[in-house]
């Protein structure tokens, strides 16, 4: 049993026979699109049982998600008390995924503080399988310092966050704090249960900038701002793969199940990543600066009339280097031109030995939340049009999951 899914590279079945998923509704108004993620659970082949906090029964009945999942909903602690007492430890170890859809900034915050004070709470503190919370809220209450804060310690404690989105929302304002959609949910699930297309594979991805010592409080840097080399990680890690994830320096948060290493210089780039080998997929997304200062100033350099002349020597090209290797993972590089990008792309994919380039025009990308892309293997050029990054890296996953296999 599964699902057709139309992505970027065509159409995708998901599939979670077997799987016994708790959706856990919380209260606000995107209650409603739980009902629909329900629906496509079951229809995934999914056995469902629906646990709603009692602000979640404000907004729809009960008696919607017993129709959907085909069984009674659980509501309250002291119910789900019947027989010898401890339904919520049992349900909660026999569950694959506990999945709350929406999740409150109420509920996010007693999760954060490891409350149990009604059922869904109780159920979350009392599993050993994977937990992920999917956020909906106004963009206010998304952006507040104590909402962040407690996001921070969930991922921390290895919750899975999924999303939210940007959009218009449900208070009329704009912004981020609308719930996945459902169908963008049950995407993610198979990587989340270990069984996504790269379940099994080690996946290494650079990315960020990297920082290049002029003396210790001076560096040569670039634009890059680790976004797209964060969501192609996020996106190995939704197909099931281990990620590690070298990174230069960003301010970004590390994307749910993924081993982050933090580098500055291209040098500590290269021997990050040689260290993680061998591994399946090498996807260097990093912009790696080419050169570096060559004899760094130990100490803080005066300011002087006389012209300053720094000698730069060039970096390792680490993504040449492993694919040179002869324990090769499979690699996976990325170019950002200025000009005339079809030509430069693909001879940077044979100079370098790659099978997958990823070629963008760098004014149309760097730091920007959405990116347009042009794939370029042995079969030719694949465009992918302008979507947020997080979408194109699912595609770039989906694309170089079928040339692996
Ligand atoms: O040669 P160029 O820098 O344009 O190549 C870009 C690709 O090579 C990117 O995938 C980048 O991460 C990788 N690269 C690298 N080490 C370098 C320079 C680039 O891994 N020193």
Redesign the pocket.
Known sequence: MGIFMQSAQGIETVSLSNKKIILGVTGGVAAYKAAELCRLLVKAGAEVRVVMTAAAQQFVAPLTFQALSGKPVLTSLWDAASGDGMEHIHLSREADLLLVAPASADFLARLAHGRADDLLSTLCLARTCTLAVAPAMNREMWGAAATQRNLGRLREDGVAVLGPASGALACGETGPGRMLEPVEILGVLPGLLGAGPLAGRRVLV?AGP?FEAIDPVRGLTNLSSGKMGYAVAQAAAEAGAEVCLVSGPTCLATPAGVRRLDVQS?AE??DA?VSELPADVF????????YRVADAATQKIKKREAPLTLQLV?????????AARPDAPFC??????TEQLAG?AEA?RL??R?PL??GNLAQDTLGRDTAELVLFDDQGRHPLPRADKLTQARALINHLTRLLN
């Open positions: 650079t990297t291209a780039m290269r990543v996807i260097a997304v990093a912009a790696v600066a080419d060039p970096n390792p090209d680490i993504l040449a280097e492993v996976v590089g990325f170019a950002a031109e430069h940077k100079k370098k790659v380039l990823v």
